[in-house]
């Protein structure tokens, strides 16, 4: 059975969640951002990720800051994900270092970010869609990803875990996380959703009550680490509800589009 359980941690007032399986393989910066610790103000109260929503550069740049300081990075090399609700990875390099937040954004559209050099953050933001984290302490290899119901469906767990096998990782060796995301009791969709989760993921993806039909993220993601072979004891979910919890997180579909959005990030150490 999948570990359930993300560690809620707090420095300098900013609160994140870390992952405890990462931790201790040791040689990884990982975590997943609250709303709490920034400068933003309501509704994007307070750290605050999303500047389309905001527009506010400075007060995105402040909240990375104080995010990295808490976490332990260094904002100015973050690589943010510039993302389309695609299954797209892009192989990040040390040229790449900065892109998305210190300087242009990536020169393609991607929803996952990879890479194999230390000391380059790789960030994507989330308000419901799900964080993806993976980590080979072997081969030392990392990967972040955003994934909603396209990305869950189109499988973006086995194309992160075949493009780091693509750099040399093994199933076997890397560990995988489904971070902070909206839960079934809370993610209702239609019938095409429906039938697209049954065919690709089961039964387990689905509920349905009072004549309403919920989507299970998590299931649907911990299914596919399992098809791409990463170990049982490799896998953790958080078990954390965007959309439940006010106070901690933003969320697009509580907050009908008016709200800000969290960061998950991971760095190789060593850099």
Request: glycine share 12%; hydrophobic share 40%; proline share 4%.
């Amino acid at each position: 059975m999948a570990y359930i359980g993300f560690t809620q941690r707090e420095k300098n007032g900013v609160r994140f969640f870390t992952i405890p399986a990462f931790e201790s393989a040791g040689g990884v910066v990982c975590a997943f951002s609250t709303r709490i610790g920034g400068v933003s103000p309501p509704p994007y109260d307070t750290l605050n990720f999303s500047r389309s929503r905001e527009q506010n550069e400075a007060h995105f740049q402040e909240n990375m800051r104080r995010f990295a300081e808490a976490v332990g990075f260094d904002y100015r090399l973050a690589v943010l994900d510039n993302y389309e609700h695609g299954t797209e990875l892009y192989h990040v390099r040390s040229e790449d270092a900065g892109c998305g937040v210190a300087r242009e954004a990536l020169p393609v559209f991607c929803d996952g970010l990879f890479t194999d050099e230390p000391g380059l953050p790789l960030v994507s933001l989330h308000a419901d869609c799900v964080p993806l984290f993976f980590y080979d302490p072997v081969r030392r290899a990392a990967a972040v990803c955003h994934a909603g119901w396209r990305g869950v469906s189109g499988h973006m767990v086995l194309r992160t875990v075949e493009a780091l096998c693509g750099i040399g990782c093994r199933p076997q060796d890397i560990l995988g996380a489904v971070g902070p995301c909206i839960s079934v009791r809370c993610y209702e969709v239609g019938e095409e959703v429906r039938d697209i989760f049954l065919r690709e993921f089961g039964g387990e993806s689905i509920q349905e009550r009072g004549g309403r039909i919920f989507a299970d993220l998590n299931a649907a993601c911990v299914t596919d680490m399992r098809r791409a072979g990463i170990a049982e004891e490799h896998i953790t979910v958080a078990n954390l509800c965007t959309h439940e919890n006010e106070g901690l997180f933003y969320s697009h579909r509580r907050d009908k589009g008016q709200t800000g959005a969290m960061a998950a990030v991971i760095m190789l150490k060593g850099g």
